[in-house]
């Protein structure tokens, strides 16, 4: 099973940059559906983009709210996915998790914290 592990979270200004990096071990990212969720005080647990796997086309989805902004991407050789964060909004704090889904199989990172706020 795969051991995922983000990081790049933190306090940033309205309409600043992050970029969360989720490094996977025990596997190959490329054969699992990589995601990316985040969760805020007294909020529902929301989807904010997903990546195929490279056996079903590697295309990417991502919610409304963040669509145009972020871009979730996947380095095979660093067996590492990213989420760039870009015009970030207060809206957008929360913690961030990585997720991973194979077939009879889901795993989680530990989160991220991502604060806007200036």
């Known amino acids: 099973q795969v051991q995922l592990v983000e990081s790049g979270g933190g306090l940033v200004q309205p309409g600043g940059s992050l970029r969360l990096s989720c490094v996977a071990s025990?596997?190959?990212?490329?054969?699992?559906?990589m995601g990316w969720y985040r969760q805020a005080p007294g909020k529902e647990h929301e989807l904010v983009a997903r990546?195929?796997?490279?056996?079903?086309?590697?295309?990417?989805i991502y919610a409304n709210s963040v669509k145009g902004r972020f871009t979730i991407s996947r380095d095979n050789a660093k067996n590492t996915v990213y989420l760039q964060m870009n015009s970030l909004k207060p809206e957008d704090t929360a913690v961030y998790y990585c997720?991973?889904?194979?077939?009879?199989?889901?795993?989680w990172g530990q989160g991220t914290q991502v604060t806007v706020s200036s």
């Open positions: 997720n991973a889904d194979r077939e009879y199989s889901s795993s």
């Open positions: 025990g596997s190959n990212v490329s054969i699992y559906t």
């Open positions: 990546i195929f796997s490279v056996s079903s086309g590697s295309s990417a």
